[in-house]
């Protein structure tokens, strides 16, 4: 086995249970507020935007939650994904480190996301939920959720960012290939929508502004929509744990143990996915692999971001969590083609990464494409341009090992692939993509808009 270059699960090795950071993290929990009231959010007031089961996840702090066997039975459809060894990368770097990748860009619509979007959509489906709003930025999560909705018979309304709308007809088109019906945000089918309209008939969108169009239209809909977001939350931290599960029995097949865990970070989601059952090895059982998360300096939320209280929503409909954050109203650069755009991270691994259990590293952009080209030339696989991200820093370790003449073993999560990404590489291709480091003025700027809560 040792040998090989795929390390493969049998479909009975698929996970049983996901497994809830929270049971162990040596960090305690922050309040989720309210972000009228700023006090601590009720049951009630999330049960207008989620199903119960999912509420129980968010706040839950039991260990292992059992995978429901109709969840499991659509994971099949795709799951195990593969760990590979990319020997031919290590060959082109001449590096002694060990690369592994567990490639999540197997799934139906090629990123780790149908994770928490199948979990999701069941659990909105046994509770009677009939339709689902979301918002999607450059189409992943739109995709995604659009699929699991279809296996699930549910109607979905997503909200799309204008300028991807445009830009990528492509993953619009898929999302309604699902039977999704997709609006580009703003719209005038909100409140606010209409309000960002009226300021500027040409506003090209952001994800927080599409957030909230979703949350609005789930929230005025009578109890006739949820809300289902992609990222960020506890509940979709804890789906996509099923990756590190998987690919901790896959080293075990290559008989080897990563030095150091890497996985790009947007919302935090496959980052959390792949590392946080490391983590638990490190906390429980006295392993020690370095947990590193990568961000785009143009939108650096955990490198520059400030550790404190901010709504997830431009509009300030979503409550209020602790995180790492640029600011709500945060727009990302028009230059930068990444992804990884939302404005904060996850509380939970904001949280680690404040206490020092996990490292982070923001890249530049052009350093990752070339990354990205240099991956596709000796794997063949095109990546996501976000999880290119994970790729930069993990040739950036396989060359330090190779200076200090270490061999390391490194692991990083390929969240997805970039097969509806061309046009960012186009961009690259054609010398149109500039590297941009968002300056700190700017975030101190947006923390005069921070809400005053008294926690
Ligand atoms: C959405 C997405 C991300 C970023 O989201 P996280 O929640 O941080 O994982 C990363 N990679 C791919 C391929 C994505 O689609």
Redesign the pocket.
């Known amino acids: 086995m040792e040998n090989n270059t795929r390390f493969l699960l049998n479909e009975s090795d698929l996970p049983k249970f996901w497994y809830n950071i929270a049971a162990d993290s040596p960090v305690p929990p922050t309040p989720v507020l309210h972000p009228g009231t700023m006090e601590p959010v009720t049951p009630d007031f999330l049960s207008v935007l989620f199903p119960m089961d999912l509420i129980m996840q968010e706040i839950s702090t039991e260990r292992y939650i059992e995978i429901p066997e109709e969840v499991r039975e659509v994971y099949k459809l795709y799951r195990p994904t593969p760990l590979l060894r990319a020997r031919r990368l290590e060959k082109a770097l001449d590096t002694p480190a060990h690369i592994y990748y567990k490639y999540e860009g197997v799934s139906p619509s090629g ?3 149908p994770n928490t979007a199948i979990a999701q959509a069941y659990y909105n489906k046994i509770a009677g939920t009939k339709a689902l709003t979301t918002e999607t930025g ?1 189409g ?2 739109g995709s995604s959720l659009a699929f699991a909705c279809s296996v699930f018979d549910m109607e979905l309304e997503i909200y799309m960012v204008k300028v991807s709308y445009h830009q990528k007809p492509y993953r619009r088109n898929l999302m309604e290939v699902y039977g999704a019906t997709v609006y580009a945000s703003p719209t005038d089918r909100t409140n606010y929508g209409r309000s960002v309209l009226a300021e500027n008939a040409d506003n090209q969108g952001s994800l927080g502004i599409a957030i909230s169009e979703a949350v609005e239209a789930a929230a005025t809909s009578n109890g006739a929509k949820k809300y289902s977001l ?3 939350l506890n509940h979709v931290l804890l789906h996509q744990t099923v990756i590190g599960e998987e690919a901790l029995k896959q080293m075990d097949l290559a008989n080897e143990y990563p030095d150091v865990v890497i996985g ?8 959390a996915g792949i590392a946080f059952p490391f983590l638990r090895e490190n906390l429980k059982n006295g392993k020690r692999a370095r947990l590193v998360a990568v961000e785009p300096t143009a939108t650096p939320s955990l490198t520059k971001g400030v550790y404190t209280f901010d709504y997830g929503d431009t509009a300030k409909m979503a409550p209020i969590v602790k995180m790492h954050t640029l600011g709500h109203d945060f727009m990302p650069p028009g230059i930068h083609a990444g ?2 755009r939302y404005h904060g991270m996850a509380p939970s691994v904001s949280a680690l990464v404040d206490a020092g259990h996990i490292d982070a590293v923001a890249v530049k952009q052009r350093e990752t494409f070339e990354a990205a080209i240099q991956f596709a030339n000796a794997e063949g696989i095109v990546p ?1 341009p ?2 290119a991200h994970a790729i930069r820093a993990a040739i950036n370790e396989a060359m330090d090992a190779k200076a200090k003449g270490e061999k390391r073993v490194i692991l990083f999560n390929l ?2 692939n970039g097969n509806f990404d061309m046009a960012a590489y186009e961009n690259y291709l054609n010398g149109k993509l500039e590297d941009f480091e968002y300056p700190a003025e700017a975030v101190q700027e947006a923390m005069k808009k921070l809400p005053q809560v008294s926690f």
């Open positions: 990123s780790h996301k450059a992943q999560w992609g990222s960020v790009c970070a947007g919302g935090g989601s496959n980052f992804g990884l996501a976000e999880s969240s997805g």
